[in-house]
């Protein structure tokens, strides 16, 4: 069945950054859009990154733009998500998504498969 395992989050300090993963399985991977999206506590999920099957086109939500950047790695149906000078606000549960349509999309209803979610928690 399909896998989607998210890892690289945790406590960190405003200013400073992480990297997410998220490693697929059970699904052809160069086929799939990717993308990430969050849900703190009291809101709704919301969408931060995306990227193609290619990996050629990314799209970055305003509030991740400048400072997040999503990568695919294909040989090891991987997906990242690098945030850097991160703040109070990026606090929330990150969740990695799989699109069989293979459009970077900022839509979650689009996506076919999700993860558990890793928490990522920025101190001030």
């Known amino acids: 069945q399909v896998q989607l395992v998210e890892s690289g989050g945790g406590l960190v300090q405003a200013g400073g950054s992480l990297r997410l993963s998220c490693a697929a399985s059970?699904?052809?991977?160069?086929?799939?859009?990717m993308g990430w999206f969050r849900q703190a506590p009291g809101k709704e999920r919301e969408f931060v990154a995306a990227i193609n099957r290619s990996g050629t086109n990314t799209y970055l939500a305003d509030t991740a733009k400048g400072r997040f950047t999503i990568s695919r790695d294909g040989t090891k149906n991987t997906v990242y998500l690098q945030m850097n000078s991160l703040k109070p606000e990026d606090t929330a549960v990150y969740y990695c998504?799989?699109?069989?349509?293979?459009?970077?999309?900022?839509?979650?209803?689009?996506?076919?498969?999700w993860g558990q979610g890793t928490q990522v928690t920025v101190s001030s």
């Open positions: 059970g699904l052809t991977f160069r086929l799939y859009g």
């Open positions: 998504a799989a699109d069989r349509s293979g459009s970077e999309s900022r839509n979650s209803f689009e996506y076919d498969y």
